[in-house]
């Protein structure tokens, strides 16, 4: 069981918004910063959020990132079929000492 | 732009050592900002961190995998290199190498990915 906490599923229409959401503690989430990363079987995963909200050059505004306390979330909008894959959120943990993934949330588009 | 490429034998036997290069490529290698790390996929599971290390040799491992993990750099050939001992077939996955941002952490670009094997 990964210590940061995803649901293994999400879905939505296309054009819809769709929240994936990431849960830790103190000494995660609470005192460093949240990555998330889109993985599609066969492609290297690609980041889309660094530092809990920043977007790297390139990936669309469609997705965001935000992070409050001890949890984290991405909202992709305007979903799109090309959106669907696994979703991870990432980060530091300080009790470890070491970097950390979520389990992943599987977004389905219908 | 920056390109990483994974390289090493897909099929390692048990106990072995399992060993992949990345090599770095229309970027610096030198450089402050950024660490060169290694991450995991199992089949079916999700990423795991392995470690890291920064151009001047500098390294931070997996306290979980530090015990049979060696990473190492050849600023020569704008390379770096992992090194894990006594393999088990729970070490079977998709290795990635990565560039990990120092400030913030993140992890930009990914190679494309090696399959490794551990099976007789």
């Known amino acids: 069981q990964s210590v940061l906490t995803q649901p293994p599923s999400a879905s939505g229409t296309p054009g819809q918004r769709v929240p994936i959401f990431c849960s830790g503690s103190r000494s995660n989430i609470g005192m460093n910063s949240v990555s998330w990363y889109k993985v599609v079987p066969g492609k290297a995963p690609k980041l889309l959020i660094h530092t809990n909200d920043q977007r790297p050059s390139g990936v669309p505004d469609r997705f965001s990132g935000f992070k409050s306390g001890t949890s984290a979330s991405l909202a992709i909008s305007g979903l799109q079929s090309e959106d669907e894959a696994d979703y991870y959120c990432a980060g530091w943990d300080d009790s470890l000492q070491g970097v950390i993934f979520g389990g992943g949330t599987k977004l389905t588009v219908l | 732009q920056l390109q990483l490429q994974e390289s090493g034998p897909g099929l390692v036997k048990p106990w072995e050592t399992l060993s992949l290069t990345c090599t770095v490529s229309g970027d610096s290698f030198r450089t402050s900002y950024y660490s060169w790390g290694w991450i995991r996929q199992p089949p079916g599971k999700g990423p795991e961190w392995i470690g890291s290390?920064?151009?001047?040799?500098?390294?931070h491992h997996n306290p979980s995998l530090e015990s049979r993990v060696t990473t190492s750099v050849d600023t020569s050939n704008s390379q770096f290199s992992l090194k894990l001992a006594t393999v088990t077939a729970a070490d079977t996955a998709v290795y990635y190498c990565v560039r990990q941002a120092v400030v913030g952490g993140a992890f930009d670009p990914w190679g494309q990915g090696t399959l490794v094997i551990v099976s007789s």
């Open positions: 290390i920064s151009y001047y040799g500098i390294t």
